[in-house]
């Protein structure tokens, strides 16, 4: 169960759908947090935080202990890294703390700091990485794939495998729609056929590896012959928004529904609009 207790952020990426809102201190109160937790906690054993960036919440450390105190098996945290240093993080797992999920972007300062927009420093992320593998922690490393880092996708998670220990590896398509198409869709996929080398070498690299490995809001034409990597098929349901469910059910064409993008949106399968358009 993922819960999200703030929208404050020190990055700007790219592909954020909140950028509007991430200079804002809006911290969800400890209080209401706490009774948040306790409803979770009557279904779910496990509770992942996210934001923004979670760890800067001022009450993280209360709200990890309270977590262990209601007895969550698994106790995640979502971020950028940025403020995970060695005191906060041992002071986290003291409290509960069983994972640490962290965004990686590229190897390449030129593109990571393109993506991250003024956020943190490609030198300081690894550090924080480095932090996080030593410590007690299981650790997954999330990667926003696009035109800018899809060439060296293979060599980076390489790179990361051999120097980091690193459980699981989660990659996460760009939305094509909404506010960062709008303002950066030069970044988002548009035709996949013409980065298929790149993708394929991805795959075949991935193959290599004894690492779990997800994909998260991919269409199927991403996957070419390499379907067994698409197996979420079953509750993409689940990865649509209530925003998505208000774009797609609708009487007139969607917002969303321009330039051709349907062939590269991960939710086709579950859309009438695509159904209709590529049927005729």
């Not at 262990?68 to 940025?82: D, E, G, P």
């Not at 548009?190 to 991935?206: A, G, P, Q, V």
């Not at 991919?218 to 390499?226: A, I, K």
Request: aromatic letters at 16%.
């Amino acid at each position: 169960m993922d819960l999200r207790i703030t929208n404050t952020c020190n990055n700007n990426c790219l592909y954020c759908l909140e950028q509007d809102l991430r200079n804002k201190e809006n911290f969800i109160a400890f209080k209401k947090i706490k009774q948040k937790l306790e409803n979770i906690r009557e279904e779910n054993s496990v509770i992942s935080f996210y934001g923004g960036n979670s760890l800067l919440h001022p009450d993280i450390i209360d709200i990890i202990s309270y977590c262990k105190h209601l007895k969550f098996v698994s106790i995640s945290i979502l971020t950028n890294s940025y403020h995970s240093n060695p005191q906060l993080l041992g002071n986290l797992i003291k409290s509960g703390l069983t994972g640490i999920s962290i965004y990686f972007h590229s190897s390449d300062r030129r593109v990571h700091d393109t993506i991250v927009n003024d956020g943190i420093s490609l030198k300081q992320l690894y550090e924080n990485i480095t932090t996080c593998s030593e410590r007690a922690l299981y650790l997954k490393i999330i990667i926003h794939v696009n035109k800018l880092n899809i060439s060296a996708l293979s060599r980076d998670i390489l790179f990361l495998y051999k120097n980091y220990k690193i459980d699981t590896l989660e990659f996460v398509n760009y939305f094509p729609f909404d506010r960062p198409y709008q303002k950066y869709h030069t970044y988002l996929w548009y035709d996949i056929t013409d980065y298929r080398k790149h993708i394929n070498s991805l795959f075949e690299t991935i193959k290599l590896l004894w690492i779990e490995t997800r994909f998260f809001k991919f269409p199927q034409s991403f996957f070419s012959n390499y379907l067994e990597y698409y197996s979420y098929n079953y509750w993409i349901k689940q990865q649509i928004s209530q925003e998505d469910k208000q774009r797609i059910d609708t009487e007139h064409e969607p917002e969303c529904f321009i330039e051709d993008r349907c062939p590269h949106c991960f939710i086709q399968d579950n859309c009438p609009w695509y159904g209709e358009r590529y049927s005729r």
